[in-house]
């Protein structure tokens, strides 16, 4: 083989350079060039009207503002006043005077984000931002993918040596494990509101292992909505990277196993050693995916929460697809979308980096 | 040795058939629900009931789905669209991963990066400049019992077909998958003097099941379950999907009200045959996973 | 957004591509085609009285032909969106009270051209005006009020209010106490807050009114500060969370709402499209009576679907004959028998069992007339909606209500500079 493989590249030389090239082009032609039509293009126009203030459906003309619609999103102030440990209303009260949009002071308009308060209680320090729902939604989103992560991708490795396992029915099991996955998210999210109500399935089976368990609704707890979704969302596509880790299990020799079992190893040993190692590309490949659905997230926001109780659901699209589709803010929209393109392509970025030095 | 084997054994059955209880009940809960009034649901939910067509079961449930949309138009669209998409997608997409994970030409490494970097971008920030640009393209109509070119492509199963043929995730798969096949083969099939389509046509592709089953498996899905663009651009019944028809059932003010049995009952309809068609499916699907195993 | 898209997508295209129109309509002979869009696909009632107008009106003239085309109301908002952007608009839609102005300043609509006869018999609720031009009119209105059983107020010894003397404030708040203690129901009152969208202005705005809040200012329509945020209207925000904090209300509700017929809930606030099923289940125990006078006297709101003519209607005369063949009393009295909302004229309601005098609807007539008031008529509203829906929800679930309502006049008034008031 090795010698053959050095006669071809002499034998086939220039003339195979220049085939190679024109079939690459024509191979990738029909591709491409849907895509620079259907996507590319959307793409270049929508990322230009973040520099607007473009509004869906107004009879105005939308004009170039620079990048007010980014200094807006971005900007951040800290703002402390006077209050009064009876009264919560006094520390709100006195920020007012800077955020009442119609006052002038630089705080003008801009919008709680997070509040704390003196050891005495008379004095507030307050985070205002320019779009408090940017940093919350960004802040949600982040959670959302570091949490189910390591969640689903651990889960699903976990259900891929059980199926690879010597247990019977294993086509049964598998099939079982991947049916939510065909399902689709809209449906999967109707049926989780009814298991997450106060008096759903939920509450009756946690009641059942915990005892002394206080009965929750989930969806309208600030704190529980969001970890309820995490777990609903895992769960959904927990199957689809089962497989992707089963295909990537059948791919380390056999051999290895024996290799491992012959100098004692255990079987923690054994997964240490050899199937770790034997799945370093199929990880990569799950964690990227994983990430990149998951900063995406957004069906489900919209079908079971709308993004709250309290904007503890409200995702970074979530946001985008209100700022654009039900208030119109197409232009400001835009924005929000070029900043989440520039996040998400950066931690892809990174993940390829911290992934890439043993390849 | 033989007892602690058997106990580890118990062990994994344990967790198998937990995960089996945990991926099966919700829908299991869909499918009983599908069968019981909505008073029925409401008040089975607080129970191990909900998960069992209990009480007084009967099949009104679907009739009304039947009653309220023409559920077999919607289920042709649906699967017509589908599987055009997922057949011209899984031809187009493999070309283009074939060329950039075995072909060297200009460009190539351009065209990597920009396919993964179009993963990020959420349909519904390209949904509107979309909408508009495919309002402006020309198109060949049949009208009247003759051809005419016609501009626009609302209201026609092109529009909900062409521009999700070609994508990036599914060309990102491909060149992934295709890199792992050995280089050898199509050498020396180019010594034998075959054409690089040859090469691709008759030894990647039948090396690649793998790729094409989980390629068409997720196109398929995300075609089926493509809500926001057909509302967009279908003005008429008769080009309606199925996930578009489970906005028939959300009536809140009206005498109706949301008819939650009927939800119950359609999303039954219509996630039961794509999991008939995927049990069906996986065998192949997952048998050519494994096949890849000895190969790689 | 519209305009922008196509500058730019004419530079980047090069005029390769043309821009499409409507296609004209110039016929002899044949009937012109009139487009016609209805909302309320699946709702197989309201959809088989608009069939049959249109069967009507196509036998009844040769000149013009309605084609019909049906879409779910959950979508139907996005997708005249997505027709106005794409110039694909239908000649008649149908359209929320509200929402119109909106429209009509987006330039969707053109002003009707009806008779000032039909114009005129038709009541308040059910006519759209913007910029003192009619630009809808609808065959119903709705109308909200509560639902009772009359055993609950015998048992909490609470006395029955009419619309001339509903109960006040302090007698609603005992009563919901009352109700509550008596244990017998998993939450005294359901506001229908499970249900999202529209509802949450077209149900709680109302109350708002009556503490004396309002949602915007209505003398210029240029400021919600003052209005939304104002002391009553946080006042209604401080009362209305309570309901929920004390435990009257559900905050996590779904959007079931077969809770009061089930007797699991005391009292319900709901429209009177709800009331028929309520009324086969509790026969003589269930009472209609009005919303409470929380200070401002009682208020409910109006408005519903109604049927208007999209600027790009190449036929608005086929389209006007056909709204104004629709309106006739015989189709206002079939909507009102099939889907139980109030009739838009007088002469309608008295043909109609349940709503003529006496009837067990009739309440809702009076409710309707005496009560209700127009979410703000001005095209901010469709902003207003969605930023109010928030601010009202994220009261329900715990927020301070003057920062919540704070937040939303802030959120309005941008909007509003934003678009130059919308002039």
């Known amino acids: 083989m090795v010698s053959l493989n050095n006669l071809n590249r002499k034998l086939l030389g220039q003339s195979l350079k220049s085939r190679s090239a024109r079939a690459g082009f024509l191979f990738v032609f029909p591709a491409v060039s849907m895509m620079l039509l259907f996507l590319v293009t959307p793409v270049i126009l929508a990322f230009s009207l973040g520099f607007t203030n473009a509004k869906f459906a107004s009879p105005t003309e939308p004009s170039f503002i620079g990048i007010e619609n980014f200094t807006e999103m971005l900007s951040l102030g800290q703002v402390s006043v006077e209050a009064d440990p009876n009264d919560e209303n006094v520390a709100y009260d006195n920020l007012r005077t800077y955020t009442k949009p119609s006052n002038a002071s630089p705080y003008a308009g801009m919008q709680i984000l997070s509040e704390s308060y003196s050891a005495d209680g008379t004095q507030a320090n307050f985070t205002v931002a320019g779009d408090a729902l940017f940093w919350k939604s960004l802040f949600n989103t982040l959670v959302f993918a570091a949490v189910i992560a390591p969640l689903q991708g651990g889960l699903a490795l976990a259900l891929a040596l059980l199926i690879n ?90 051999e290895l196993y024996e290799a491992a079992r012959v100098d004692g190893a255990n079987s923690w040993q054994q997964f240490r050693a050899v199937t770790w190692p034997g799945l370093r590309t199929t990880f990569v490949f799950v964690l990227i995916i994983i990430s990149i659905q998951a900063m995406g997230v957004f069906t489900q926001i919209n079908v079971m929460t709308q993004g709250g109780p309290l904007d503890s659901t409200t995702t970074f699209v979530f946001h985008i697809f209100r700022e654009g589709f039900r208030k119109n803010d197409i232009g400001y929209s835009s924005a929000l979308a070029i900043v989440f393109f520039v996040i998400v392509v950066t931690i892809s970025a990174i993940q390829r980096r911290l992934t890439r030095d043993k390849d | 040795m033989k007892k602690k084997f058997s106990l580890g054994l118990t062990i994994q059955y344990g967790f198998a058939i937990f995960f089996m209880l945990l991926f099966s009940l919700p829908l299991l809960f869909m499918i009983s629900s599908s069968f019981k009034d909505p008073q029925a649901i409401f008040a089975d939910v607080k129970s ?59 460009g190539q490494n351009i065209i990597l990066v920009g396919l993964i970097a179009t993963l990020v971008i959420p349909f519904e920030t390209i949904a509107m400049p979309l909408l508009v640009l495919v309002n402006s393209l020309p198109r060949v109509g049949f009208e009247n019992g003759s051809f005419e070119l016609t501009t626009g492509w609302l209201n026609t199963y092109l529009v909900q077909i062409a521009p999700f043929i070609a994508w990036g995730f599914s060309i990102f798969l491909f060149v992934q998958y295709f890199k792992t096949i050995p280089k050898e083969l199509d050498e020396a099939a180019l010594i034998d003097g075959a054409s690089f389509f040859s090469i691709y046509w008759r030894i990647i592709v039948p090396l690649a099941g793998p790729a094409f089953a989980t390629s068409a498996i997720l196109s398929f899905l995300a075609i089926w379950n493509a809500y926001l663009w057909p509302v967009m651009v279908v003005q008429t019944e008769a080009l309606r999907t199925v996930q578009v028809g489970l906005d028939y059932f959300w009536a809140s003010t009206s005498e109706e009200g949301t008819q939650w049995g009927e939800i119950m009952a359609y999303s039954t309809l219509i996630t039961v045959p794509i999991i008939i068609v995927f049990v069906i499916f996986q065998r192949s699907f997952v048998a050519s996973v494994a096949s890849s195993g000895v190969k790689g | 957004m519209i ?150 107020l015998e048992k909490v010894g609470a006395r029955i209010p009419t619309v001339s003397e509903p109960w006040t404030l302090a007698e609603f708040d005992g009563l919901l106490k009352a109700v509550d203690a008596t244990g017998d129901y998993d939450y005294a009152i359901d506001w229908g807050n499970g249900w999202t969208g529209e509802w949450y202005p077209y149900a709680y705005s109302p109350i708002m009114q009556s503490f004396g809040g309002d949602l915007i200012n209505r003398d210029t329509f240029e400021s919600a500060d003052g209005a939304i945020n104002s002391d009553k209207s946080v006042a209604f925000g401080n009362w209305f969370g309570s309901t929920f904090a004390k435990g009257y209300a559900n905050a996590a509700q779904t ?161 509003l500079a934003d678009n130059k008031f919308y002039k």
């Open chain 2, 48 to 106: 191990w009931r909900a998960f069992f067509p209990v009480g007084d079961v009967n099949f009104d449930q679907y009739l009304g789905v039947f009653d309220r949309l023409p559920l077999w138009q919607f289920l042709f669209n649906s699967i017509f669209i589908s599987a055009v998409v997922v057949l011209l997608g899984l031809f187009v997409n493999s070309l283009a991963g074939y060329a950039i994970a075995r072909l060297k030409f200009k």
């Open chain 3, 255 to 415: 959007g079931d709402r077969t809770e009061f017929i089930a007797g699991t809930i005391g009292i319900q606030y709901n429209g009177n499209w709800a009331v028929k099923d309520a009324l086969e289940a509790l026969g003589d125990d269930l009472l209609i009576v009005p919303p409470p006078n929380f200070g401002s006297g009682p208020k409910i709101g109006a408005g519903s679907w109604q049927f208007g003519v999209s600027s790009t209607c190449e036929n608005a005369e086929g389209a006007n004959q056909f709204i104004e063949f629709i309106l006739q009393d015989k189709y206002i009295v079939a909507f009102a028998n099939r889907i139980g909302l109030i009739p838009a004229t007088a002469a309608a309601a008295a043909e109609v069992p349940n709503y003529a005098p006496g009837g067990p609807f009739a309440i809702f007539v009076e409710l309707s007339n005496q009560f209700s008031v127009l979410r703000p008529p001005t095209p901010a509203y469709l902003k207003i909606s969605t930023i109010y829906e928030k601010a009202v929800a994220d009261i329900i679930n715990g927020a301070n209500a003057k920062q919540a309502l704070d937040a939303a006049a802030d959120e309005i008034d941008a909007d």
């Open chain 3, 3 to 152: 305009k922008t898209t196509r500058v730019l997508l004419a530079a980047s295209l090069a005029g390769v591509l043309a821009i499409t129109g409507c296609a004209p309509a110039t016929n002899t002979g044949e009937p012109v085609k009139v487009s016609m869009w209805s909302h309320a696909a699946g709702n197989d009632q309201e959809i088989a009285t608009v069939k049959e107008a249109i069967t009507d009106f196509n036998a009844s003239q040769t000149s013009y032909e309605v084609v019909l085309e049906e879409f779910p109301q959950e979508s139907y908002n996005d997708s005249i969106a997505a027709a106005a952007a794409s110039n694909s608009l239908p000649c008649i839609i149908d359209v929320d009270g509200p929402i119109m102005p909106n429209w009509a300043w987006s330039g969707y609509m053109q002003p009707l051209q009806i008779s000032s006869t039909l114009e005129e018999s038709l009541i308040a609720g059910a006519k759209g005006y913007y910029n003192g031009e009619l630009y809808s009119a609808g065959a119903w209105d709705a109308a909200l009020g509560m639902l009772v059983r009359k055993s609950t």
């Open chain 1, 165 to 254: 396992s010597k247990i019977r029915g294993k086509v049964f099991f598998r099939t079982v494990y991947f049916i939510p996955v065909v399902t689709s998210m809209v449906v999967v999210s109707i049926l989780w509101i009814f298991f997450y109500q106060k008096d759903g399935l939920a509450n009756v089976i946690l009641d059942a292992l915990i005892p002394g368990f206080e009965p929750v609704s989930f969806l309208t707890s600030p704190d529980l909505a969001l970890p309820a979704i995490i777990f609903m969302s895992a769960w959904q596509a927990v199957g689809f990277h089962m497989i992707i880790w089963l295909a990537g299990l059948q791919t380390i020799p056999a």
